[in-house]
Structure formats: C-alpha cells, structure tokens
C-alpha cells in the first residue's frame, strides 16, 4: 500500500447553482502512485512529482 507523503491540501471552492446560491465544495488534488528514492510507493500530487522532475533535470 502507497503511502500519502503529500502535504498540500484540496482547494475550497463555491458551486454555483442556476439561482448563483453558494454551496462550499473541495476540489482534490490529483494524487498518483510512484517509487521514492528507496524504491518504495509512495503518492504524491501531480505538482509535486513535476517540480521534483524539473529539480532533477536542472541540476
């Protein structure tokens, strides 16, 4: 089982409906499985696993 190493949290946003009342909904972030550096499964946001990338790429 993966484990969640991820510290960022869903954006709350309001839904709108036809007579625009306001209604509090929480869009999830967009969590994926991948290997760390130890070869274990961990999930991390799709931001997170891009930057990371860009950081190694970089350098």
Same mark, same amino acid.
């Given at each position: +089982?993966? /484990?969640?190493?991820? $510290?960022?949290?869903?954006?709350?946003?309001?839904?709108?409906?036809?007579?625009?009342? @306001? $209604? /509090? $909904?929480? =869009?999830?972030?967009?969590? =994926? &499985? &991948?290997?760390?550096?130890?070869?274990? /499964?961990?999930?991390?946001? &799709?931001?997170?696993?891009? @930057?990371?990338?860009? +950081?190694? /790429? @970089?350098?």
């Amino acid at each position: +089982m993966a /484990k969640n190493v991820s $510290t960022r949290k869903g954006n709350v946003k309001n839904k709108r409906s036809h007579s625009l009342r @306001a $209604t /509090k $909904t929480l =869009q999830n972030l967009n969590l =994926q &499985v &991948v290997r760390d550096e130890n070869g274990n /499964k961990v999930r991390r946001s &799709v931001k997170e696993i891009r @930057a990371s990338r860009k +950081m190694e /790429k @970089a350098a």
